[in-house]
């Protein structure tokens, strides 16, 4: 039996969900004995990550233990358990300081990676960033990358020149859009935003006449049909564990604008996306407007980005899991 181990769900977040939804129905269809168990708190503090804990260890059975991402800890009262962590990336230790991240580490990376049989991350630059962070054999943690929503297709749209519309996924800070707004100041296009904006974005936003539209709390087929109704997909990111809206823009059939910097010049593969510096506002604007521009560059890029993609299906991905799961029960 392999037991999944979710987050609590919310409504804004989703991406961990969305990634072993797709996983674990693919292998209940091969016949794998699947059990999901979704936790019961939000991991806000102590407090909730002990219960968080607790309810793991009261609800455990015979077989692995799959920690999907973001609740690390969440398997540290079964000591003896066969257990798999995926890392997703280590971008919890900026929450903190002083004491709370040393807490942060403790229960989100030192003691899960040790407690842990295999660790998997998502990405070569995420497996550096874990090694940096906790010193364990490199033979510990496993590469297994994401894989693209298979409901998501590539769909032909003609570009609308006059004002074209650009998909932006997500919000935090490392996504980078208050710069995206300033490089698309006075620009002609519509800034699509998946997920909440700030105040101060509200004033950036309307200080430099960016005609946008916003939304939260999406479901995957809402998400899916803002892919094929958008032109061009902004990914201009300082900092992410794998970069999952590069490929989903990719299998669209969308143009990508991304960042020059790890992980995501590798996801998105060689010639697969316009590349920029994501901490200059000159750069991003750069991107855009020769995305917006040159029909040809568009064209190179869909052409790239289809044949990038298909590094990255399910089937590649629940395969590398399976093996994995062999190799722990194995042992």
């Known amino acids: 039996m392999i037991t999944y181990v979710f987050r609590k769900r919310a409504p804004t977040v989703f991406s961990i969900e969305k990634l072993f939804d797709a996983l674990?129905?693919?292998?209940?269809?091969?016949?794998?004995d699947?059990?999901?168990?979704?936790?019961p708190h939000i991991s806000s503090g102590i407090?909730?990550?002990l219960r968080?804990?607790?309810f793991v260890a009261r609800q455990r059975n015979k077989g692995t233990l799959h920690i999907t991402g973001d609740v690390h800890y969440a398997g540290m009262l079964c000591p003896f358990t066969r257990t798999i962590v995926t890392i997703h990336d280590c971008v919890v230790l900026q929450r903190g300081t002083g004491l709370k991240r040393v807490a942060l580490w403790i229960l989100w990376f030192w003691l899960p990676v040790r407690l842990a049989s295999v660790v998997t991350v998502i990405s070569e630059q995420t497996k550096r960033e874990v090694l940096e962070t906790v010193t364990v054999p490199d033979s510990k943690i496993v590469v297994i990358p994401n894989f693209v929503d298979s409901d998501l297709t590539f769909k032909p749209r003609a570009f609308a020149d006059d004002?074209?519309?650009?998909?932006?996924?997500?919000t935090t800070p490392n996504k980078n859009l208050e710069r995206v707004v300033a490089a698309l100041r006075d620009v002609p296009c519509t800034l699509v935003i998946v997920g909440r904006i700030s105040p101060a974005l509200l004033t950036a936003l309307e200080a430099g006449c960016v005609n946008y539209e916003n939304f939260i709390g999406l479901g995957h087929a809402q998400l899916r049909d803002?892919?094929?109704?958008s032109d061009v997909i902004s990914f201009p990111s300082t900092y992410e564990g794998f970069g999952m809206p590069i490929l989903e823009g990719q299998v669209a059939g969308r143009p990508v604008l991304t960042s020059n910097r790890e992980p995501m010049r590798s996801i998105a593969g060689r010639g697969g996306a316009?590349?920029?510096?994501?901490?200059?506002?000159?750069?991003i604007r750069e991107g855009f407007l020769a995305l917006m521009s040159d029909d040809r560059l568009r064209a190179r890029l869909v052409v790239a980005g289809g044949n990038n993609?298909?590094?990255?299906?399910?089937?590649?991905?629940?395969?590398?899991?399976?093996a994995l799961y062999r190799q722990v029960d194995a042992h």
């Not at 674990?24 to 794998?32: A, F, P, R, V």
């Not at 803002?226 to 109704?229: E, H, I, K, Q």
């Not at 316009?274 to 750069?283: A, N």
């Open 309 to 322: 993609c298909r590094r990255f299906t399910l089937e590649a991905v629940a395969a590398g899991y399976l």
């Open 226 to 229: 803002l892919y094929w109704s």
């Open 52 to 54: 968080n804990a607790w």
């Open 34 to 39: 699947i059990r999901l168990l979704e936790l």
């Open 163 to 170: 004002r074209p519309r650009i998909l932006h996924v997500g």
């Open 24 to 32: 674990y129905t693919h292998l209940e269809k091969s016949g794998e």
């Open 47 to 49: 407090v909730s990550v």
């Open 274 to 283: 316009v590349l920029v510096d994501p901490e200059s506002v000159g750069s």
